[in-house]
DNA sequence: CTGGTGACCGCTT
DNA sequence: AAAGCGGCCACCA
């Protein structure tokens, strides 16, 4: 753990399958609930695509990021259905499907 | 070197 | 009840 960013890293990587986490989610656990625009930011520069899944990554309320790079949103809507978690109405059940930061 | 911005959230008026 | 503003970190011009 060095800066902020290796945080919220380990904090993304460690989200399991099916499952959602909101950015101030990953602030909180990554330590500071007020990192959540930093949280964007980490996951902008995505340093390893594939490995750390920033599709698992919602906002509070549960609306996938207007800003994703990946080729669309469209494409972490599909990602995120693959893995089980349904998006219905451009929207994440997140009273269902919140990861509570236990695996 | 300084200023401003950004995939956000929470509190205050 | 709703709207507006500030705050933390890192990067770019």
């Given at each position: 753990m060095k800066?902020?960013?290796?945080?919220?890293?380990?904090?993304?990587?460690k989200i399991p399958m099916g499952r959602?986490?909101?950015?101030?989610?990953i602030a909180a656990l990554?330590?500071?609930?007020?990192?959540?625009?930093v949280v964007g930011y980490a996951l902008h520069v995505n340093p390893?695509?594939?490995v750390i899944p920033c599709h698992r990554v919602v906002n509070r309320f549960g609306e996938p990021s207007s800003a994703f790079a990946f080729g669309g949103v469209n494409r972490q809507i599909l990602?995120?259905?693959?893995?089980?978690?349904?998006?219905v109405g451009g929207r994440v059940d997140l009273s269902r499907y919140?990861?509570?930061?236990?695996?």
């Open positions: 800066n902020s960013f290796e945080q919220i890293y380990e904090v993304v990587r959602v986490a909101t950015y101030g989610q990554a330590g500071n609930p007020r990192w959540s625009r390893e695509p594939g990602m995120l259905e693959e893995e089980g978690v349904p998006v919140l990861w509570d930061g236990h695996i």
